[in-house]
Nanobody, 121 residues
Framework: VQLQASGGGLVQSGGSLRLSCAAS????????MGWYRQAPGKQRELVAS???????NYADSVKGRFTISRDNAKNTMYLQMNSLKPEDTAVYYC????????????????WGQGTLVTVSS
């Protein structure tokens, strides 16, 4: 099972970006998916998460600006980021906490490679 994040880039303050995270492999079911970010010199932090049933959770700093969603049929998660601020600049990582694959395989805490988001002031 692998995660591939995409959609990062350079955007001006107030702009928007949409991140995608596609899971590949012989996947049967993905539990909670999440976006994390790590800014230079800071610890990685949770941005938003979404359960298999669609329940969402957001960091206070992004509430009202970011929207997380997922397409279970495509094993893909999205993060729509609006009203971006310079403090949103970070490498964004996607994560799944538990995934069931074929042949009874279960993997925990799977991470994607990260995509860089830079917001200029």
């Amino acid at each position: 099972v692998q995660l591939q994040a995409s959609g990062g880039g350079l955007v001006q303050s107030g702009g928007s970006l949409r991140l995608s995270c596609a899971a590949s492999g012989s996947i049967l079911r993905i539990e909670t998916m999440g976006w994390y970010r790590q800014a230079p010199g800071k610890q990685r932090e949770l941005v938003a998460s979404i359960t298999s049933g669609g329940r969402t959770n957001y960091a206070d700093s992004v509430k009202g600006r970011f929207t997380i969603s997922r397409d279970n049929a495509k094993n893909t998660m999205y993060l729509q980021m609006n009203s971006l601020k310079p403090e949103d600049t970070a490498v964004y990582y996607c994560n799944v906490d538990k995934v069931r694959a074929s042949r009874g395989t279960v993997k925990y805490d799977v991470w994607g490679q990260g995509t860089l988001v830079t917001v200029s002031s």
